[in-house]
């Protein structure tokens, strides 16, 4: 684990110089220059206090250099801002999301966009500051492990989330062994950047209280989440209609969901774009302080911008917790169901929307997620330590004919509440304000530090730990 969490950067630029000078390449006056300049840079990184690992996993810098000097090497961006910006973001004081969804919808992507397209590299962007959430480069460890063989890989910073199941995505999609996988993304913006910065002020100590609201924390007003969802679907003779003419990168990921842990360089289908955002009008009484919204990718509609390939699908700004009615869509999804008696789930069914299985009872939910949660419902049990499960029992597996026994129950509908911004499902724990990346940022920070000092807390034996686990686990 060490070898991901030491001065990888550096390395990587002393093994490119001692490469050069083994092919006899006559370059001594020039590296010392570039080993100057390096150093220089990585000074100056060190002194904005981002001193995190960029990835976990990536192909050696030999066979970088040889086979894939055209790729992008993924930079983390965790220059945190130490002042909470002045504004909102102006789409906030523009557009009421309950008054017109699909504009909010489209103007918060348009925000996110902005400066961020084509490379979804912050460093780029000269409009705005957008991060990157730290700690997300390690795998998990440990006998549930979830997921098998993750971290971040080193091409884009994607991290794997969730495998694909068949028929999950369409008819043709019959699968593979061990599944498909969704990797992902995210960037933030300076709202949601500031909060980070209190929590990673110093980056050997991290501080959960960051994001409670029982200690004064929370993501602030103006926060917004931008999450990129990539798929390594279809392969072989499978199809998925609307994934052709892909927005494609490269990336490094495993095999298979489960199986593999052997990493190869494989391309990978851009699938879905998740939205959140702390909004004002969200804090009225009974709802959550957050705005959820997705978009999903149709290679159909053939935009010259790729990007623009991704089709609205649908807004929450609640769970409709009084709403108990127990069904869901199997696989594979064939239309779009929308049910209209949801008031807090807006889904804008139209002909450019690939068929979606949406969530249970047709709450909002993409492709790459469960038709049996909604997007709300999962991350309401975001909270560090994790001890409440990602999902209630029943939700999986999914995509079966019928909808779960325990659907519409009281010990089910816990995760169709509208709980609080920046409070935890579980009072013995933190929470991380509907952020599982910031959840699991902070529990491969504890693991990591536990075995680096070779030593074990005796609180992490204190409440019951829970993986923060979608689908069947290994044991």
């Known amino acids: 684990m060490k070898s991901f969490t030491r001065n990888r950067g550096a390395r990587w630029m002393v093994l490119l110089a001692l490469a050069a ?47 894939y000097s055209d790729q992008p090497v993924f930079r983390l961006k965790a220059d945190f801002p130490h002042d909470l910006p002045a504004h909102l973001p102006e789409f906030i004081d523009r557009i009421d999301f309950r008054k017109d969804p699909r504009a909010y919808l489209l103007a918060v992507r348009d925000y996110a966009f902005e400066g961020n397209l084509p490379d979804w590299d912050p460093f780029k962007n000269t409009v705005r500051q957008w991060y990157h959430i730290p700690w997300l480069h390690p795998t998990t460890t440990g006998p549930n492990a979830y997921p098998p063989n993750g971290g971040t890989e080193g091409f884009r910073g994607l991290i794997k989330e969730a495998p694909i199941t068949p028929l999950q995505l369409a008819p043709g999609q019959k699968g593979k062994d061990g599944n498909y996988s969704v990797y ?68 490094y990921i495993t095999q298979n ?43 159909q ?68 997620d469960l038709n049996t949660t909604s997007c709300l419902s999962c991350h309401i049990a975001a909270q560090y330590p994790a001890v409440t499960s990602l999902v209630p029992v029943g939700a999986v597996p999914d995509g079966g004919p019928k909808p779960p026994a325990q659907g519409g129950t009281d010990e089910w509908m816990k995760w169709f509440q509208n709980l609080r911004c920046a409070t935890s499902m579980d009072p013995r724990t933190y929470s991380t304000d509907f952020s599982f990346q910031v959840a699991i940022a902070l529990q491969n920070f504890a693991t990591v530090h536990g075995m680096e000092l070779q030593g074990t807390w005796a609180t992490d034996y204190s409440l019951p730990r829970k993986p923060i686990a979608r689908g069947r686990l290994k044991k």
């Open 257 to 299: 969901f489960w199986t593999s842990s052997t990493r190869v360089v494989t391309p990978v289908n851009l699938l879905q774009m998740d939205l959140a955002v702390r909004d004002p009008r969200a804090d009225a009484p009974g709802l959550t302080g957050w705005v959820f919204g997705t978009f999903v990718y149709n290679g």
């Open 184 to 251: 992902a993304v995210t960037l933030v913006n300076e709202f949601a950047g500031y909060t980070m910065g209190k929590m990673w002020a110093d980056p050997e100590h991290p501080d959960p209280r960051a994001t409670d609201a029982r200690y004064g924390g929370g993501f602030p007003k103006g926060t917004v989440f931008a999450k990129l969802l990539f798929t390594d679907a279809p392969q072989g003779t499978d199809k998925i209609p609307f994934l052709v003419n892909p927005l494609q990168w490269k990336a």
């Open 21 to 67: 000078l083994s092919a006899g390449v006559a370059f001594h006056a020039a590296a010392q220059q570039t080993m100057a300049v390096s150093a220089e840079a990585l000074s100056a990184r060190k002194f904005k206090g981002s001193g995190f690992p960029d990835f976990g996993f990536m192909v050696t810098p030999a066979e970088y250099s040889e086979k």
């Open 301 to 368: 509609l053939n935009q010259p911008n790729k990007f623009m390939n991704l089709v609205p699908l649908g807004l929450m700004w609640g769970n409709d917790p009084d709403d108990r009615t127990n069904t869901t869509d199997p696989f594979p999804p064939t239309k779009t169901k929308v049910n209209p008696k949801l008031t807090q789930t807006v889904i804008f069914d139209d002909a450019q929307l690939p068929p979606q299985h949406l969530g249970w009872n047709g709450r909002l939910n993409g492709p790459a």
